[in-house]
């Protein structure tokens, strides 16, 4: 930038008692460094000339409008001069302590606190003890003192304002809320991230809540509202997604904490989320698609769970969700219990997949991969997280039991982290981890069984070779071979 197109730079007046020699010797070196950090510093000490008037000097500054700043130094004899409205202080003190006062700009004026009396109290005169005050009375922050005061001169402060988002949509949603349980994982975050507190006490109270606020998405089918049944569930659907992004939230910085003190807490909260796809217990007369909304809820709450253990390179925690037996009730609210296998995470939705999917003169595939798919919007866990989540967990369950139904769109998704690294023993370990397999070519028999061959090549994915694509299969194969295991 040429100097003619340069802004001048901002010109502040320095007002200050000449307490002491030492006083006024800081004060001129203050001015000093200023000047040299492009600020254009008027001081008695080299701007009032002989004979000029100090009391008119003073006043052509504080009302002059091209000065941004007037820096008020003060210390003990300062404030107790403009109290008193003793000498040019006490002079000065009418001219500035009206201007502040009656100024519409209150930026204009800086005080800048240079001792604190005996118990601590900050040394200012009565017309600033209101006004925010920048510390240099304490010589070890004077440092960060200083760097605060540019800062406001140049109006660069070091956290910006922050531009206006939109408004959470659920906040417009009068069939549910997500408020409460937003909180109590903010509050566990911070924990989290600070390291102080009880992660696990802030966890539990977050599960708690969010059970509360995921209840309160329940809907109930009948054959009177059957023609609005699909548009009511889809935004439904969508109201939970800020119930989701809560949780995975919750999730992500959770994986930051040791396996022992989090996962159990989760395998729990999955536990109590579970039962949310069966009637309630003392219902009588029930369609069963009433819970279809929560099937979609609890396929995604599990792959992004999934996808967040294995983004965070937790393969072990990722193996604990696999092989965790998940006991829950057989109704929602009831007391007949029974161990699940996470594939109980994966259950049809039969109103979404029959009633839901005509679009126009075609039916969809998968509502639920298109609804998994057009709502995976985080940055941090994208759809081709969730594809390979879903695959991982359709090969753990060696094909029976967990339907990949993301696997419409891998197509689009390109290969697949895990299954490009597994070229060499390294990159394997990960795969062998979550699989549990010990060998690359045990895996690759589970790939290729005629189990998962039909799932591979099924009407649903239109007869493509779906493995070996995504899963970098030939790859795979030239690298370990089938032969031995």
């Known amino acids: 930038m040429t100097d003619e197109t340069a802004s001048p730079p901002p010109k502040v007046f320095i007002s200050y008692s000449w307490t002491s020699e030492e006083h006024t010797e800081w004060v001129g070196d203050l001015g000093e460094r200023l000047r040299s950090d492009g600020i254009d510093v008027i001081l008695d000490q080299w701007s009032l000339e002989d004979g000029q008037d100090v009391n008119a000097f003073m006043e052509q500054m504080v009302h002059d409008p091209t000065i941004k700043r007037v820096i008020i130094i003060s210390d003990a004899q300062y404030a ?4 008193e409205r003793k000498g040019g202080v006490g002079t000065e003190t009418q001219i500035i302590s009206k201007k502040v006062y009656d100024s519409v700009d209150q930026n204009k004026f ?3 606190l240079r001792e604190r009396d005996e118990d601590g109290k900050a040394c200012l005169p009565i017309f600033l003890e209101s006004r925010k005050y920048i510390d240099f009375s304490d010589p070890d922050t004077e440092e960060a003192a200083y760097d605060q005061l540019i800062r406001n001169i140049f109006e660069r402060p070091r956290r910006r304002k922050p531009a206006i988002g939109k408004a959470p949509s659920h906040i417009f949603d009068d069939e549910a809320t997500v408020g409460t349980s937003a909180q109590k994982a903010k ?3 911070e924990m989290v991230t600070s390291g102080k507190g009880n992660p696990s006490a802030a966890f539990e109270d977050f599960a708690k809540e969010f059970v509360v606020n995921l209840e309160e998405l329940r809907m109930t089918y009948s054959r009177d509202d059957a023609d609005t049944w699909c548009e009511r569930i889809r935004a439904n659907i969508n109201t939970a997604t800020a119930h989701r992004d809560v949780f995975v939230d919750v999730v992500r910085a959770g994986t930051l904490l040791p396996a022992e003190q989090f996962v159990p807490s989760l395998l ?5 989320v579970l039962p949310f796809q069966e009637r309630p217990d003392a219902v009588g007369c029930h369609f069963e698609c009433s819970e279809d909304n929560y099937k ?3 396929y995604e709450l599990f792959l992004y769970t999934l996808a967040a253990f294995v983004k965070a390179k937790k ?4 193996r604990q969700l696999i092989g965790h037996t998940y006991v829950a009730p057989k109704t929602f609210g009831g007391n007949d219990l029974e161990g699940h296998s996470f594939t109980n995470f994966d259950t049809y ?3 979404l997949e029959e009633t839901c999917s005509q679009d126009g003169n075609q039916k969809r595939s998968s509502v639920m991969a298109d609804l998994v798919h057009d709502r995976a919007l985080r940055k941090d866990l994208q759809f081709s997280d969730l594809l390979q989540a879903d695959i991982l967990l359709c090969l753990a369950s060696r094909g029976r039991g967990w339907y990949p139904r993301c696997l419409i769109y891998s197509g689009s998704a390109g290969k697949l982290e895990l299954f490009l690294r597994a070229v060499d023993e390294t990159g394997f370990e990960p795969l062998g981890i979550i699989l549990d397999v010990k060998t690359p070519q045990e895996m690759l028999r589970v790939i290729q069984s005629d189990q998962m061959q039909g799932l591979w090549h099924s009407r649903e994915f239109g007869y493509a070779h779906i493995g070996l694509d995504c899963l970098n299969l030939d790859e795979l194969n030239r690298r370990w071979g089938t032969t031995t295991g």
């Open 268 to 272: 729990d909260l999955l536990e109590r």
């Open 349 to 351: 939705a039969w109103s």
């Open 315 to 318: 393969y072990r925690e990722a």
């Open 296 to 298: 979609l809820i609890c």
């Open 110 to 112: 800086v005080p800048l």
């Open 80 to 83: 107790a001069k403009a109290d």
């Open 187 to 189: 509050r566990f975050r």
